[in-house]
Structure formats: structure tokens, C-alpha cells
């Protein structure tokens, strides 16, 4: 699976009021029948997609430690994805946006240094997960070891760190910020994945990661059903 690269050209915040336009100039045009929705919603559904994503991991860790085979494109394309699509473009458009607008407000400083840090810290995990994906790395005792331990502190640090960002951040966010602000943000997110991405982006990744839970027979919600304990 090959997903676009490139870097994310956003618009900028000038003295609290977000331009009506994109950074190039370019009018922001949405088609009269698209659903808008508000910036922090965009962000909260794309951390859906990573909850799985995250859960492709735990399996993978589970894999490592009993010695169990896995297809090595199960690692290689959900990290591709977690690099394109999560770092270079989601956590992006929170630190443009969403981080230095609560800076600014004098808002949970302590907090947003403390994610933009693990926002740092993941793109080095997913760097080398990225660079040793391959079945002849994976073939290495010693290599998977260390993909295993990367892949555990991702999960763990991202579980945590969508948690503050869902119930913290993103609630912060909307106060300090007007509705027109909002409305143009949630407009200026969906023209910058369009331009980006393509059409429908996040239907296409999800159908990506539900064909890996698939590959690793994670697909079937009963698995996750448990009956009560005796």
C-alpha cells in the first residue's frame, strides 16, 4: 500500500482570527452539500482510526512475544499510516491550530508541551518501525525485540495521550475560540485533506486497516466479548 506524501500547507492564525482562505490565497470553496464538521470532530474521528491501529500493535506485541508469524506488511503499512497520515498531517494541524491557540490563550501550557514532546517522541518509534519492517529485519530475534518494545511505548503513550487531548485539549480549544473561528477551521481541515488526499481519505485508510485486522484474524468484534467474571 503506497499513501501520498508530502507536506500539509495549512493556514496560519494571526492575532486570534483565522483568514477565510487558504495560505496561498485560494478561497476556501466546500460543495452546498457537504457536511462540515467542527475541527476538534475531524481530529476526534481520525483518533478512532488510530485506536485501531493500536490495536493491530497490541496484537502484533502479543505475536512477538508467543513467536507467532505475521505478515511484515501488517507493520509496514499501519506505521506508513500512523507516519502520512497521523504525524505528517493530524498532529500537524494540532500543533498549527490547535496547540497554539490554547499557547496563546494561556491554556494548559504545562500539557500541550508535554504532547507536542510525545508527538516528537512518536515520529522517532514509528522511524524505526518504518526502517525495519521488512522481512529480513523482522527475520532478526534481536530486531523484533526492539520493534516490540517501540511498538509498546507507541500504544502506551498514545492511549494516553488521545485520552488528554479528547477530554482536555479539545474542550479547552472550543473556548478560547469563536464560532466563526471554528466554522472556517472545520472548512479549512476538510479542503486541506481533499487537496491532500483525495476524496473520502479516512474511508479509504479505514478499509486498509480493516484488510490487516483481517490478515491478523482481529476483525471479528466477539473476540473483544467477554462474559462476566464468575
Known sequence: MKIVSGILACGCLFGGVVPAQ????????????????SPTGYLMREHGELLRILLIYEELVKRIDQDIPFSHDCLADTASIVHEFFQNSHEKLEEKFIFSRLERGGKLGDLVKILREQHIIGVRLIDYVIANSDEKALSNEGTRKK??????????MY????????????????????????????????????????????????????????????????????????
Open 22 to 37: 487558504a495560505s496561498d490565497g485560494q478561497k476556501i470553496e466546500i460543495p452546498q452539500d457537504r457536511v462540515i464538521a
Open 147 to 156: 520493534i516490540r518494545a517501540h511498538l509498546r511505548l507507541f500504544v502506551d
Open 159 to 230: 492511549l494516553a495521550h488521545m485520552a488528554r487531548e479528547d477530554t482536555d485539549i479539545f474542550p479547552a480549544f472550543r473556548t478560547v475560540t469563536t464560532q466563526d473561528e471554528l466554522n472556517t477551521l472545520g472548512a479549512l481541515f476538510d479542503q486541506n485533506e481533499r487537496d491532500r488526499f483525495g476524496e473520502n481519505n479516512l474511508e479509504k485508510i479505514n478499509v486498509v486497516i480493516a484488510h490487516i485486522e483481517q490478515m491478523l484474524g482481529i476483525d471479528d468484534m466477539t473476540r473483544f466479548t467477554r462474559d462476566m467474571p464468575q
